[in-house]
Every structure is written in structure tokens, then in C-alpha cells.
């Protein structure tokens, strides 16, 4: 079955720190891969996306690369703020019989301290 | 992006009872929503896929008489969760998935519930 694997947290960083969460994923065809974000207490959020091979999803300065050759959908930042402290989920949707289940990694705690 | 809300954001209740938590879709009409349990330390367990219109279809090892789900209508989903027990208190986070393009997920913002 599709499987997502993140780097085991939690990373610490100090602010303007550059940051990579690494993400790779093993599924049949060509999934969609996401980013969630949540923040503590709070439910997740949509951060970024990438639907095929070589797309670039971006927000609020979080990138990440769709890499077919690699399987992986590395999260970056090149400056962190304390704001960013939250949990990140890797994620995958792919179509399966008229469906299309997501399937999460297990997180990646992020903590920027000032 | 969509918005998704859930409701009640906290719930206490005593064992043996049951509590019902609804999520709802404000702004688009949701014919997929999920629903997850979130355990300490982060992570996140699929429970159920519910289809609007007809029987919610439940992960392995999830009991559906336990945990009832109901998609009545496009904008609402509902998790009764009967015969509460205190192991069942938990996170619960429900998600609408949109019906085009990558198919992302549109999460609520939890329910904390506590089964004394």
C-alpha cells in the first residue's frame, strides 16, 4: 500500500535558521503530495501542494519539489520565524477506484526558538 | 482556502454515554469527508471515509457500531462516538476533501473530547 515517511522530530532550530523536513513516499502512479501545517491546539492546514513530477508548491516562503526519480517531497525554509513552531505532515493522494485516500506521514514537530 | 468547522471544540462526558461531534463545510459542497483520531505525540490515524448518501467505509480495526458515522447532506458529517469510554478520549479532527484538482484535504479544527 502508499506509505509516507518524515524525519523523525522534533528539530529545533534557532530563528532565521534554514530548514529542511525531509518527506518520501512509496505509492503506484502519480499521487498528488502535500504539506499540512498544524499549529498547536488547532486543527491541520493545507500549506503547500505539487500534482505532478517537477512542480514547485510555495507559501508564506515554504517550498517543496515534487521528485519522481527520488520519490520525495523535501520542505524547505530559508529563514524560520517562531511563528513556524507547529507540527508538519507530509501527505499523498492518489485515485484508487474512483477514490482517492489520503495517506500521512507521522509528523515532524518543528520548534524555532528566538 | 475552504473552510471547514467543527463542533463542539471540547466535550466532557461520562462514561457510557455517547457524544455526537459534527463537521461541516461552510463553503463548498464536500461528497468526501474524513474523519480522524489524533493521538499524543502527534500522530494521525485515519478512522472512516464518509460518502455523502451512503454507508461510511471504516478503517481496519475501527468498531463502527462503536464509532457512527452519518453524511446526510454535501455540507455535513457526523461522528457519534456511543457508549463513550475513557479510552476513547482523544483528538478527533474531521476533514472535507475537494472535489477537484489535487483533491487536498480542508480540515476542522478539532474536537478534544474527555470521557471521565
Known amino acids: 500500500g502508499d506509505s509516507v515517511t518524515q524525519m523523525e522530530g522534533p528539530v529545533t532550530l534557532s530563528e532565521e535558521a534554514f530548514l529542511t523536513i525531509n518527506c518520501t513516499y512509496t505509492?503506484?502512479?502519480?499521487?498528488?503530495l502535500f504539506w499540512y501545517v498544524q499549529y498547536p491546539g488547532e486543527g491541520l492546514q493545507l500549506l503547500l501542494k505539487a500534482t505532478k513530477a517537477d512542480d514547485k508548491g510555495s507559501n508564506k516562503g515554504f517550498e517543496a519539489t515534487y521528485r519522481k526519480e527520488t520519490t520525495s517531497f523535501h520542505l524547505e525554509k530559508g529563514s524560520v520565524q517562531v511563528s513556524d513552531s507547529a507540527v508538519y505532515f507530509c501527505?499523498?493522494?492518489?485515485?484508487?477506484?474512483?477514490?482517492?485516500?489520503?495517506?500521512f506521514g507521522r509528523g515532524t514537530s518543528l520548534i524555532v526558538h528566538p | 482556502g475552504a473552510v471547514v468547522s467543527q463542533h463542539p471544540s471540547r466535550v466532557i462526558c461520562k462514561s457510557g454515554t455517547s457524544v455526537k461531534i459534527e463537521c461541516r463545510s461552510l463553503d463548498f459542497q464536500a461528497t468526501t469527508m474524513f474523519w480522524y483520531r489524533q493521538f499524543p505525540k502527534q500522530s494521525l490515524m485515519l478512522m472512516a471515509t464518509?460518502?455523502?448518501?451512503?454507508?461510511?467505509?471504516?478503517e481496519q480495526g475501527v468498531e463502527k457500531d462503536k464509532f457512527l458515522i452519518n453524511h446526510a447532506s454535501l455540507t455535513l458529517s457526523t461522528l457519534t462516538v456511543t457508549s463513550a469510554h475513557p479510552e476513547d478520549s482523544s483528538f478527533y479532527i474531521c476533514?472535507?476533501?475537494?472535489?477537484?484538482?489535487?483533491?487536498?484535504?480542508?480540515f476542522g479544527p478539532g474536537t478534544r473530547l474527555t470521557v471521565t
Open positions: 501527505a499523498l493522494t492518489r485515485p484508487s477506484g474512483g477514490s482517492y485516500i489520503p495517506t
Open positions: 464518509s460518502n455523502e448518501g451512503s454507508k461510511a467505509t471504516y
Open positions: 505509492a503506484t502512479g502519480y499521487p498528488s
Open positions: 476533514s472535507a476533501q475537494s472535489h477537484k484538482g489535487a483533491y487536498e484535504q480542508y
